[in-house]
């Protein structure tokens, strides 16, 4: 389903679509399109898209096109789903290590609307953080590893 989808394929189409995307939350789905998780992920994004079209803008990127935003956004595991509004990066506390983006997929397609209406009503009140509607048991588990350089 990640052809039903508006792909960024470089550093420059990622930055134009975080700085001209304005009222709207942008949703960036770091990934690979071939990978099961992905296109699980892809599918439930393509499948809302229309619903949220007024809330939220959709992009996938392939995290081997953009390697600057990769490291950047730290994305080891994938998908990684990134939110933005008016070009701020939203946090969401997911009940996990990491409140910069969501691992993995969404169960059902609710969860993500849940999620965007959510993003967009606290960033409307100057929130750069908000809580995750999503019912924990839906959240992905993972373990954060860092390493000492």
Same mark, same amino acid.
């Given at each position: 389903m990640s052809?039903?989808?508006?792909?960024?394929?470089?550093?420059?189409?990622? !930055?134009?679509?975080?700085?001209?995307? #304005?009222?709207? @939350?942008?949703?960036?789905? &770091?990934?690979? #399109?071939?990978?099961a998780v992905? *296109?699980?992920?892809? !599918?439930?994004?393509?499948?809302?898209?229309? #619903?949220?079209?007024? *809330?939220?803008?959709? &992009?996938? $990127?392939? $995290?081997?096109? +953009?390697? $600057?935003? /990769?490291?950047?956004?730290?994305? /080891?595991?994938?998908?990684? =789903?990134?939110?933005?509004?008016?070009?701020?990066? *939203?946090? @969401? !506390?997911?009940? /996990?290590?990491?409140? =910069?983006?969501?691992?993995?997929? &969404?169960? /059902?397609?609710?969860?993500?609307?849940?999620? @965007? #209406? +959510? @993003?967009?009503?606290?960033?409307?009140?100057?929130?750069?953080? +908000?809580?995750?509607?999503?019912?924990?048991?839906? +959240?992905?588990?993972y373990t954060?590893?860092?390493? !000492?350089?």
């Amino acid at each position: 389903m990640s052809y039903l989808l508006q792909r960024l394929k470089t550093k420059k189409d990622v !930055d134009n679509a975080i700085k001209n995307t #304005e009222d709207k @939350v942008l949703v960036l789905r &770091f990934g690979k #399109e071939k990978d099961a998780v992905c *296109m699980q992920l892809d !599918d439930i994004l393509s499948k809302t898209s229309q #619903e949220l079209a007024r *809330m939220a803008d959709i &992009f996938i $990127v392939d $995290v081997d096109d +953009v390697p $600057v935003y /990769t490291k950047y956004f730290d994305i /080891t595991l994938i998908p990684a =789903t990134i939110l933005f509004f008016n070009g701020q990066h *939203m946090k @969401v !506390d997911y009940g /996990t290590p990491d409140h =910069t983006k969501f691992i993995g997929s &969404f169960k /059902t397609k609710q969860d993500f609307i849940d999620l @965007v #209406e +959510v @993003v967009l009503r606290g960033a409307l009140r100057g929130k750069l953080i +908000v809580t995750s509607p999503i019912d924990p048991k839906n +959240v992905p588990k993972y373990t954060l590893l860092y390493k !000492d350089i």
